[in-house]
């Protein structure tokens, strides 16, 4: 098999499609998430530690000279960002976690044997006797 062929059942097979489906849905639900975090979020922890934005806080290791920009660490930014991921990890597992109890439930309860197999199983027993 060439590389080629072996590439197009690989892209046609669906999982190519499946995974193209979940990078654009987790791409918007981070941006969700972001937007959350820093519009709905932020602000009143902000207003709880005195009027502080998250946004602008920074450190400013180096002052502007002439042309050259300051050069500034942004935690602020930074920590929006782990809430970010904070809040999406947990979003993850839940529903991880919904999935497997889900196939927990699924593999636990076996299901009934059918009509065909019943009858069978008293055939054989009567035949034991």
Known sequence: MSFVQEFKEFAVRGNVIDMAVGVIVGTAFGKIVSSFVSDVVMPPI????????????????????????????????????????????????????????????????????????????EIRDLLKK
């Open 46 to 121: 902000g207003v709880l530690l005195g009027g502080v934005n998250f946004s602008d806080l920074a450190i400013t290791i180096k002052e502007a000279a002439g042309t050259s920009p300051a050069v500034v660490m942004a935690y602020g930014k930074f920590t929006q960002t782990v809430i970010d991921f904070v809040i999406i990890s947990f979003v993850i597992f839940t529903v991880v976690r919904m999935i497997n109890s889900l196939k927990k439930k699924a593999e636990a309860a076996p299901a009934a044997p059918s009509n065909q197999e019943v009858l069978l199983a």
